[in-house]
């Protein structure tokens, strides 16, 4: 699960795509358990990193936030990193908040990290208001929480999750769903030049250099051969320019490889020297017609980038298939489309790209 993370740090995807689709592609039995207790042990948090939109209401207390939570880009992140995610993200512009959101918002900037139920104590405001306050902030990319848990529980309608009471052990393990009062505290994310990366790095380098080393080395753990269409897929403001002279400096060093990997793609590219040795076996290997699906949203999908055709845009429902690799067909707004002549039958196409393996514990979240 740690290793898994390592590879997707940063990447921005919907919400609703982490635990009903990445994840699960990529653990074998994945237990949302697993992913609260990293979080818990402070090795992992969660955020939206970049940019939301403006919010329009003012201290209209029916204002809303742009989209649903869950189609909302959020990020996984390793802590100690955050700082330097922060730095490469513009800050927020000024957004318009409703009246509850406002009152959460002053309090955690005045009170610090706080749990749900002291936010309950000091606002005096429903909890049900409390959540949808949490909920815009968590959207806009200005709050956070211990756990993926609270975020988790925010999904789902608030008459249908335990609360906090005497009963709620007994509750909560009969109906296995999340409760926001066991997330841990809420806090805020650093914004508009809070973040402790503006004090500079002990390597002499300044704050975003350094920043976009960092990035530079995990967008290369992700993907093992990097080009500039591959930025498409990034959130961060981070141009090829600034990433091509970190690489370049680090082929001449011998750490990486530069040269013409990818066939149909123009202008450099660099690669992990074991990238490289995995591209030759997978040439050398036998087609076994394997078919593997995959969430649009997983960043994965490069449709429209590393191969021909239109994109597929990346929303958690729809979904693409590969066989061998390659995509043969795509689910997009609840209609299939063949993306090539792959000798498959119909019927194998749509039980893959329909049938899905959630984990029931997830459903009442996901589905």
């Known amino acids: 699960m740690q290793l898994v993370l390592e590879q997707l740090v940063g990447s921005e995807l919907p919400l609703a795509a982490w635990e009903s689709a990445v994840l699960p592609a990529r653990v074998a039995d994945y237990d949302p358990e697993w992913l609260d207790r990293l979080c818990f042990s402070g090795r992992v948090g969660w955020g939206r990193l970049s940019p939301a939109p403006k919010v329009v209401g003012g201290r209209n207390p029916n204002a809303r936030m742009p989209a649903p939570l869950r189609t909302n880009p959020i990020a996984l992140y390793q802590r100690e990193n955050l700082k330097d995610w922060l730095m490469l993200a513009h800050a927020n512009s000024a957004v318009e908040l409703s009246v509850t959101s406002q009152t959460v918002f002053d309090m955690l900037k005045t009170g610090g990290a706080l749990f749900f139920t002291e936010l309950l104590g000091h606002s005096g405001l429903l909890p049900s208001q409390v959540e949808d306050a949490l909920s815009q902030l968590a959207a806009l990319g200005l709050v956070t929480s211990d756990s993926f848990d609270g975020l988790r529980a925010l999904l789902v309608p608030s008459n249908k999750r335990p609360t906090f009471g005497r009963n ?38 300044g704050p975003r250099d350094a920043s976009i080393e960092k990035f530079a080395r995990m967008f290369l753990r992700r993907y093992g051969i990097v080009f500039r269409r591959l930025l498409e897929r990034e959130s961060f403001p981070i141009t090829w320019y600034e990433l091509g ?123």
């Open 168 to 205: 709620v052990t007994k509750r909560r393990r009969k109906t296995n769903l999340a409760s926001i009062e066991f997330a841990g505290r809420w806090s805020l994310l650093p914004r508009n030049g809070e973040s402790p990366a503006a004090a500079g790095h002990s390597n002499g380098a």
């Open 245 to 367: 002279r970190v690489y370049r400096r680090w082929e001449a060093r011998g750490e990486i490889r530069g040269g013409y990997f990818v066939g149909g793609i123009s202008g450099e590219q660099f690669a992990l020297p074991e990238a490289i040795g995995l591209l030759r076996s997978i040439r050398k290997r036998s087609s076994n017609g394997e078919l593997i699906t995959l969430s649009a949203a997983d960043p994965l999908n490069l449709q429209g980038i590393l191969t021909p055709g239109a994109r597929i845009p990346a929303f958690t429902a729809n979904r693409v298939l590969f066989c061998d690799g390659l995509p043969i067909a795509a689910l997009e707004a609840g209609e299939i489309r063949k993306l090539s002549d792959a000798p498959v039958s119909d019927l194998e196409i749509e039980t893959a790209l329909k049938v899905g393996k959630l984990r029931p514990s997830l459903r009442p979240y996901y589905k």
